[in-house]
């Protein structure tokens, strides 16, 4: 693997213990840039191979240090989901966002948008551009 430097590790770092890439490349690179430029530059630097393969193994040593697994948080969810149904009062609200966060887990949580068009084709819409010609100018200098 590609050597990091030290802002590049640091911004690694970062990305894992803050969740945010824009908050990660403003502390590490030291910048007051407004939080949307972070947010587009910390984007282009965890792309880079290097950078992604480093924030990969710093995921999995947490994982693998907190023995973190998928079925394990399913089934803490699934507990929290319970115990929100069962409550003396029902929370209801609680108990859907377990159920989401589940579902987020298992990645069925993609919303799928249907491109086909009423007669069954995948066509797509063409919008033509009409402007008038110069011959169609009839103004004078």
């Known amino acids: 693997m590609q050597k990091l430097t030290v802002k590049e590790e640091k911004f690694c770092q970062l990305v894992v213990s803050l969740g945010s890439q824009g908050r990660a490349y403003s502390e590490a690179y030291e910048t007051d840039a ?33 023995d973190i697994t998928v079925e ?19 929370q209801s609200s609680a108990a859907v966002s377990a159920t989401m ?12 948008i249907d491109h086909t068009s009423s007669d069954g084709s995948m066509a797509p819409t ?8 110069v011959e169609d100018d009839d103004t004078e200098d």
């Open 126 to 133: 063409i919008i033509q551009l009409v402007a008038p010609s």
């Open 34 to 66: 407004k939080p949307r430029s972070c947010d587009v530059e910390g984007c282009k630097i965890a792309k880079k191979p290097h950078i992604a393969a480093r924030i990969a193994e710093l995921k999995a040593e947490i994982k693998e240090k907190h």
């Open 72 to 90: 394990k948080l399913l089934d803490e969810l699934e507990e929290a989901r319970q115990a929100a149904l069962c409550a003396e009062t029902v």
């Open 101 to 112: 966060s589940k579902a987020k887990l298992c990645g069925l949580d993609k919303q799928i």
